[in-house]
């Protein structure tokens, strides 16, 4: 069930701010987190000052030398439709032998979830050469915050990338720059169907003591 979220003031600049929030609740989110596959996302979707709520969590994100090299692309409602006609157009430019049926499926894709939010990774040139990998791992986590922060309200989500991420006609007709790229369609809504677990990681597979 979605909460309102009922979020603390933005800080002052410079106001003393606790190293750490003990939390059980944030523990146990993170221990059993999962995405909803698109396939399995629908109606209702979280409204405008959830968004706003999300994307001001979202921005609290590490970000080496307060760059901010991220942005986002807001895709609700009505502009489903035209998201969905420049994923079509995308797909007859890569593929010009797609049947009508392909395309329809193409524009049918945003309706999978009433809100699409498109991360773009925006970095930029400062005067220290800030490593755009630095930056483009910002985006990615802010990727990842957005998707706790709107679990933690109550949405179902899913990041993807899918074909249309790298598509040079969707990030045009998306206002991407030259230097930009898509970090990621966060796809939000309610689950109609529950996520199950899937195979992970373990610790003693991917940690390893360093001894020198
Ligand atoms: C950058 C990025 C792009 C992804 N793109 C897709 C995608 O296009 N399609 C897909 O099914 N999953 C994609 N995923 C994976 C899902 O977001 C998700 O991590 C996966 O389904 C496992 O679920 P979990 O988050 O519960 O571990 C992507 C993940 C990342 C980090």
């Not at 760059?67 to 502009?79: C, D, M, N, S, T």
């Not at 969707?170 to 689950?191: C, D, K, M, R, W």
Request: aromatic share 6%; with cysteine.
């Amino acid at each position: 069930m979605p909460i309102k979220a009922n979020l603390p003031p933005e800080p002052e600049f410079a106001a003393p701010l606790a190293p750490n929030h003990p939390s059980p609740e944030t523990l146990r989110l993170l221990a059993l987190r999962r995405s909803t596959p698109v396939a399995a996302l629908s109606e209702p979707g979280p409204a405008a000052d959830d968004i706003d709520a999300m994307l001001r969590l979202a921005m609290r994100v590490p970000d080496h030398r307060k760059l901010e090299p991220w942005r986002v692309l807001i895709i609700a409602g009505a502009a489903r439709a035209l998201f969905g006609d420049v994923l079509a157009a995308a797909r007859h430019l890569r593929d010009p032998d797609a049947t009508q049926d392909q395309l329809a499926a193409e524009r049918a894709l945003p309706f999978r979830a009433p809100l699409i939010l498109c991360v773009v990774s925006s970095p930029v040139h400062d005067k220290k050469n800030t490593p755009v990998w630095e930056q483009q791992l910002s985006a990615g986590a802010f990727c990842q915050n957005l998707l706790i922060a709107s679990q933690a309200m109550g949405w179902a989500g899913v990041w993807i990338s899918e074909d249309a991420a790298y598509d040079g006609h969707v990030q045009a007709a998306l206002g991407l720059s030259g230097h930009e790229q898509i970090a990621g369609f966060i796809y939000l809504g309610t689950a109609k169907e529950q996520p199950v677990e899937r195979q992970r990681a373990t610790v003693s597979n991917k940690a390893t003591r360093w001894t020198g």
